[in-house]
């Protein structure tokens, strides 16, 4: 196997096609164009206000703090639903509070928003986020399992604002997927029919989060209506308001908070657009929980590939990622060495393997980094709104054939999902 800088494999062309796509991450939506940037100046540092202060989001801040350091940004705004956490998070940044994010967006400081709360409240706030102008860093997933509609129009307003969206999905957060992407259209491993992935671990700690107040209740530190949304409403319950992952009405499971991470690099890779149909199983077989602690998906798509995605909580031996083409293979990472980066397998005696090594594989300052860059030069983000929005639909479909027993379809013509 030769690196790909070693590699003798039309260089010439590939090289001047690929430099302007890695330039502006995975640049394959035929609309995209470069748009002007919003009335920043040079030396202006990027206002960014916060929804969300709990474990990710301060992941977010630490990153952000650091950026300040050197100019990139400045943490203008905080709002959170639990007072606790909003103080502490006040604390660290200096940044002015808000109970209510609506109000946070009314703040003119505020440039760019990042959003870290219950995956039903992702899309909504992102909508309200774009419609009063600012740009955004939303985390996985883009929407609940439950809001494939608010996903379209999330896109169609993005859109109609050409405003810069950054999906936290810190995977794709390298410019190898750009080369190999290109090496894939050209044919080197033929057609990709059947992809292989998943995301396996020894227990369900990610979902089973901390409760730092058994004791806590709605009331002035406590805004259980908020955190409610659009969810169906109930009662008051301490583990459902701390540990929202393990519910149906706020979370997934491992579909949309973890198979999204390995399945977003290959969906990138790829191209893809809406599956044909969708097949979802697996179950709660071990830990005490609504959302399922084991998860498969199988993603058909029009004239191929299939794409199977394999999840266990149970059980940490995995398996890899493989794209399987009719004249040969692309690896992501390896078994034994998953730093390495992507492997080009042709068939063929005469064909040599090609490496394009790993520069920031799942890196969130890289995802970071490249947010602030494309705030300030309205390119495209490594992990744009209309990637996330496809990448969305399969597992969404996945969710709902689990729960009803039946195979889920996408409609293009209504761009809704139909159980039959």
């Known amino acids: ?34 748009i002007p ?24 801040i630490d990153i952000c703090l650091k950026m300040k350091e050197v100019g990139r940004c400045e943490i203008v705004a905080l ?21 209510h994010y609506r109000d946070l967006l009314a703040d003119p400081n505020v440039d760019s928003v990042c959003i870290a709360t219950p995956d039903r409240h992702h899309a909504p706030q992102a909508l309200d986020a774009l419609r009063a102008g600012k740009d955004v860093f939303v985390e996985k997933p883009l929407t609940h399992w439950s809001q494939m509609d608010l996903a379209t129009q999330l896109a169609q307003e993005a859109e109609k604002r050409r405003a810069i969206v950054q999906v936290g999905t810190q995977y794709v957060a390298d410019d190898a997927y750009a080369k190999a ?26 979902e089973r989060m901390p409760i730092p107040d058994p004791h806590a209740k709605p ?58 149909r969708v097949l979802g199983g697996g179950g709660t077989f071990q830990y ?32 890899q990622t493989i794209l399987r083409g009719t004249e040969g293979a692309v690896l992501l990472g390896d078994l034994d060495h998953p730093g390495k980066g992507i492997r080009i397998v042709p068939v063929g005696k005469e064909s040599e393997e090609i490496l394009i090594p790993w520069t920031s594989f799942g890196s ?44 889920a379809r996408f409609d293009r013509q209504s761009g809704r999902i139909l159980l039959g």
């Not at 690196?3 to 609309?31: I, M, V």
């Not at 009335?39 to 301060?58: K, P, Y």
């Not at 090496?183 to 990610?206: A, C, E, N, P, T």
Request: with cysteine; glycine share 10%; hydrophobic share 40%.
């Open 1 to 34: 196997m030769k690196p790909l800088n070693q590699t003798k494999l039309n260089r010439r062309h590939w090289l001047t096609e690929t430099a302007a796509a890695s330039a502006t991450g995975f640049a394959f939506s035929a609309g995209w164009s470069v």
């Open 37 to 60: 940037a919003r009335a920043l100046g040079s030396n202006d540092r990027i206002g960014l206000g916060f929804i969300g202060t709990g474990a990710r989001a301060n992941a977010h």
């Open 79 to 99: 709002c959170d639903v639990y007072r606790p956490r909003l103080e502490a998070a006040a604390q660290k940044t200096g940044a002015k509070v808000y109970r």
């Open 181 to 206: 992407r290109e090496l894939i259209r050209q044919g080197l491993v033929g057609k990709i029919v059947h992809v292989q992935l998943g995301y396996f671990r020894r227990g369900d700690w990610g």
């Open 219 to 276: 009331g002035p530190d406590l805004d259980w209506e908020q955190f409610l949304g659009d969810a169906p409403r109930v009662p008051f319950d301490v583990s459902r308001f701390f540990q929202w992952r393990l519910y149906w009405d706020y979370a997934g499971g491992p579909a949309t908070d973890l198979l999204v991470h390995a399945f977003t690099p290959v969906f990138c890779l790829l191209e893809l657009d809406y599956p044909e």
């Open 288 to 319: 005490p929980r609504e959302v399922p602690d084991q998860c498969n998906i199988i993603a058909d798509y029009p004239g191929g590939p299939s794409v199977v995605m394999c999840n266990s909580l149970s059980n940490y031996t995995g398996i």
């Open 364 to 407: 969130t300052v890289k995802l970071w980094d490249n947010f602030l860059d494309c705030v300030r030069t309205r390119q495209r983000p490594y992990s744009p709104l209309d990637i996330g929005v496809r990448v969305q639909a399969p597992l969404n479909m996945g969710i709902l054939s689990h729960r009803e027993g039946k195979v």
